[in-house]
């Protein structure tokens, strides 16, 4: 089993970058591939992008350009830098695990999620 601890979140301005981290707890977070989900208010959660154990990254189309993945397992971390953002990325950010080298875009199909950080865009 693994834990997971978002952190990073808060309010910026249109235009303005943000990182978020998730902390893993454990002995086998390399052995895990990770994502990002989000959910708006009112909406339901959606994936935001996924790295696998060797690296490999996938982003929904939404993101693409301006948010990237990343992990250092090293320090069972993973990472989403959010570049130029706009207030249609504001939402409770969740990081998620599954087991095995995949990559996984529907939330049904994570195994652990954490509780969520919230990113908030004004304009």
């Known amino acids: 089993q693994v834990l997971l601890v978002e952190s990073g979140g808060g309010l910026v301005q249109a235009g303005d970058s943000l990182r978020l981290s998730c902390a893993a707890s454990?002995?086998?977070?390399?052995?895990?591939?990770m994502g990002w989900f989000r959910q708006a208010p009112g909406k339901e959660r959606e994936f935001v992008a996924a790295?696998?154990?060797?690296?490999?990254?996938y982003y929904a189309d939404s993101v693409k350009g301006r948010f990237t993945i990343s992990r250092d397992n090293a320090k069972n971390t993973l990472y989403l830098q959010m570049n130029t953002l706009n207030p249609e990325d504001t939402a409770v950010y969740y990081c998620?695990?599954?087991?095995?080298?995949?990559?996984?875009?529907?939330?049904?199909?994570?195994?652990?999620w954490g509780k969520g950080t919230l990113v908030t865009v004004s304009s």
């Open positions: 998620a695990a599954t087991r095995g080298d995949r990559i996984v875009t529907t939330a049904t199909g994570m195994d652990y």
């Open positions: 790295i696998k154990w060797r690296f490999s990254t």
């Open positions: 454990g002995r086998t977070f390399s052995t895990y591939s």
